[in-house]
Nanobody, 123 residues
Framework: QVQLVESGGGLVQAGGSLRLSCVAS??????????MAWYRQAPGKQRELVAS???????NYADSVKGRFTISRDYAKNTVYLQMNSLKPEDTAVFYC???????????????WGQGTQVTVSS
């Protein structure tokens, strides 16, 4: 089973910064990871894509976070980061990590999700 563990959430004032991390691990090996992404879900709203990064390093951002958030990846550590600057109260949400993982050359690609980390931005 593949596990994604997020960390770095917390309470911050508007205008502040946080850095989220997500590490992918498995009992056994991971053959390959394709796209890794961050999603968020605010109370009463649908989960939405925040940012993604492919195996080749191509990034994609939601319009609401462009210029403020930066996604990056450490391929050797199977880790994805989300640097969040100039945070706003409307960024308050539970942030989830997702990874498209292949356990072995004989397995298909499958999506895995982390348990989520709370980010709260006070005004």
């Amino acid at each position: 089973q593949v596990q994604l563990v997020e960390s770095g959430g917390g309470l911050v004032q508007a205008g502040g910064s946080l850095r989220l991390s997500c590490v992918a691990s498995a009992s056994g090996s991971i053959f390959a990871i394709n796209t890794m992404a961050w999603y968020r879900q605010a109370p009463g709203k649908q989960r939405e894509l925040v940012a993604s990064i492919t195996a080749g390093g191509t990034t994609n951002y939601a319009d609401s976070v462009k210029g403020r958030f930066t996604i990056s990846r450490d391929y050797a550590k199977n880790t994805v980061y989300l640097q969040m600057n100039s945070l706003k109260p409307e960024d308050t949400a539970v942030f989830y990590c997702k990874a498209d993982v292949r356990r072995s050359p004989y397995n298909i690609w499958a999506d895995y999700w982390g348990q989520g980390t709370q980010v709260t931005v006070s005004s």
